[in-house]
């Protein structure tokens, strides 16, 4: 039972546009939500986080935006930048629990 | 560099063999977790320790797996008797606190591999 998907294995963005990447869920008890970036050979790395009492959270070029009624959010990198190709993974918790629940990531690609 | 560290980073066991992955968190983080990633899959939730205790090990198979975290030392995934099916890579995170306040961070990974 996927509880958090990324539909989209792949993204390919120009460099100094925006990419976009998108993750469902399915659990509305999750309260939680992180983006973490991997680069091949390393561990996951944590990009940016917003509360389910939240609706918008933005660092520098990152933004992320919680859509509860449709179980859904998404990551804004803008300006893209070709150091910003790696696989993204969202994930959420539930209230309560102390765990990460991951999607499947979404390999980002940025073109020069 | 205080991050958190695993080792070995790769390791090649035989089937029937053991594996052993070692754990140590960020310097005054006390709460563990780890997960596995299979090949084109995302991270999947095994087990979360705090010293000396198991609190949830709710994604452990019930079988030849097994976590701790002693009092003093590195957190230890142990898998016995290996199958190649467990081949993956095993990543290790801690946390300062509870999850909700503090987010997870996560070490380089071991990648696990049966032959």
């Known amino acids: 039972d996927q509880q958090v998907k990324q539909n989209s294995p792949s993204l390919s963005v120009q460099e100094g546009r925006i990419s976009i990447l998108n993750c469902d869920y399915t659990?509305?008890?999750?309260?939680?939500f992180l983006w973490y970036k991997k680069y091949p050979a390393e561990g996951p790395t944590f990009l940016i986080s917003i509360s389910s009492i939240k609706d918008k959270n933005e660092d520098g070029r990152f933004t992320v935006f919680l859509n509860k009624s449709a179980k859904h959010l998404s990551l804004h990198i803008v300006p893209s930048q070709p150091g910003d190709s790696a696989v993204y993974f969202c994930a959420s918790n539930l209230q309560g629990a102390q765990k990460l629940v991951f999607g499947q990531g979404t390999r980002l690609t940025i073109n020069p | 560099n205080a991050g958190v560290m695993q080792n070995p980073r790769h390791l090649v066991r035989r089937r029937g063999q053991e594996a052993r992955l070692r754990c140590s968190p960020m310097?005054?983080?006390?709460?563990v977790y780890w997960y596995r990633q299979l090949p084109e899959e995302g991270l999947k939730f095994m087990v979360y320790l705090q010293k000396e205790n198991i609190i949830d090990e709710s994604g452990m198979p019930k079988e030849r797996f097994s976590a701790e975290f002693p009092k003093e030392g590195p957190s230890i995934l142990r898998i016995q008797q290996v199958v190649r099916g467990d081949s993956a890579a095993y990543f290790c995170?801690?946390?300062?606190?509870?999850?909700?306040?503090?987010?997870?961070?996560f070490g380089p990974g071991t990648r696990l591999l049966v032959l």
């Open positions: 659990n509305s008890m999750f309260d939680y």
């Open positions: 995170a801690s946390s300062r606190d509870r999850l909700n306040q503090e987010t997870q961070y």
């Open positions: 310097k005054g983080h006390s709460h």
